[in-house]
């Protein structure tokens, strides 16, 4: 089991920028990949980025350019630098860790999720 940490959420005018960030602890073997997701009203979660232990990472075709995704392992934190935020990217993000136990079983957690509001 894992606990994930999240903050970094707030409001912000178009074009402005904000950084989430995601801490995890627990009972944890290894982690595979930490990112992070976002659910906007009335639609479906989505992977927005994440990033693997080998530093590989993933965007949302619609956050490339503008967002950038890096961990830390030593610190099992993973940061989510958002710049030139739009109101389309108002949600609720949600913080994701994969990894694994020491029996070789694998696990995912989530976090509580943290609002991002971007509005005039």
């Known amino acids: 089991q894992v606990q994930l940490v999240e903050s970094g959420g707030g409001l912000v005018h178009p074009g402005g920028s904000l950084r989430l960030s995601c801490t995890a602890s627990?009972?944890?073997?290894?982690?595979?990949?930490m990112g992070w997701y976002r659910q906007a009203p009335g639609k479906q979660r989505e992977l927005v980025a994440d990033?693997?232990?080998?530093?590989?990472?993933n965007y949302v075709d619609a956050v490339k350019g503008r967002f950038t995704i890096s961990g830390d392992n030593a610190k099992n934190t993973v940061l989510l630098q958002m710049t030139g935020l739009l109101p389309e990217d108002t949600a609720v993000y949600y913080c994701?860790?994969?990894?694994?136990?020491?029996?070789?079983?694998?696990?995912?957690?989530w976090g509580q999720g943290t609002q991002v509001t971007v509005s005039s």
């Open positions: 627990g009972r944890i073997s290894s982690i595979d990949a």
């Open positions: 994701n860790v994969k990894g694994q136990l020491s029996t070789g079983s694998f696990l995912t957690s």
């Open positions: 990033v693997d232990s080998n530093n590989s990472t």
